[in-house]
């Protein structure tokens, strides 16, 4: 079964999760009840939490951050998934609330929030094996290569195990390198180039990485998605 077009729990993400239920107890103590019960209580809406200690400094509050479900189809046609798709709608807060209300102990608040996406955008170049010198050839593997990165940049399925970007992590061009060097029909690349985009009032700003290094802080998320105005796309040239 599938969630709004997301692929369901795999059986090995569910077996992993068993330990976790029953340590729980349905009941919310430590950091990783509520991250375990938020997920529970989504009914599959919600794909990945996380109780972040850095901001649990406010007595008796426990914030949980949450990263819902998304239809991942769009990244196989090279345009990502735009963080607007993870906004936590009044609706799964309401549930998921409740039901943590219901789990929490006395005396406990529980907040929820989303991450602060940021948003990288790829601009490199790349030389193809001869063998693939057909135009034909060349836009499969320029296809190819803006899937992976919108794969790996990804809250959902991106990170080096496919489980989702970790959050926190800063990506660096070598992070690129190694990613886009495993595609099939890449001879070498020319150099790579990282901006972000990060929300500003009630748009997002692009602007190049400093120290061509996108950090998203201790909070933050990476993702990466195609928007022709934002030019938040990536941009694979093609050298010989």
């Known amino acids: 079964a599938a969630y709004h077009g997301a692929d369901a729990e795999s059986l090995d993400d569910a077996v ?35 109780c972040p200690q850095q901001i649990n400094s406010q007595p008796g509050v426990v914030n949980v951050m949450l990263v819902p479900q998304a239809n991942t189809a769009t990244i196989d046609t090279a345009m990502g998934i735009s963080p607007e798709s993870f906004d936590l709608t009044p609706q799964l807060t309401q549930q998921v609330t409740q039901y943590l209300d219901e789990r929490r102990p006395l005396g406990i608040q529980v907040k929820l929030q989303s991450p602060e996406y940021v948003g990288v955008t790829v601009k490199t170049e790349v030389a193809i094996d001869a063998a693939y010198g057909a135009p034909e050839a060349q836009q499969v593997i320029l296809h190819d290569l803006q899937v992976a990165l919108y794969r790996f940049l990804n809250p959902l399925v991106g990170g080096r195990n496919g489980h989702g970007w970790p959050f926190g992590t800063a990506v660096h061009p070598s992070d690129i390198i190694t990613l886009l060097q495993g595609i099939t029909g890449v001879r070498y690349l020319g150099a790579v180039m990282l901006y972000e985009l990060r929300r500003q009032d009630n748009g997002w700003v692009r602007q190049l990485a400093p120290d061509n290094v996108v950090k998203p802080g201790p909070l933050g998320l990476v993702c990466s998605w195609a928007d022709t105005q934002l030019r938040s796309g990536h941009t694979i040239s093609l050298i010989n």
Do not use: C, K, Y
């Open 16 to 50: 992993l999760r068993v330990p976790r239920l029953l340590r729980t107890r349905d009941r919310a103590v430590t950091p990783e009840d509520f991250e375990t019960l938020a997920i529970e209580a989504s009914q599959g809406a919600v794909a990945r939490s996380i």
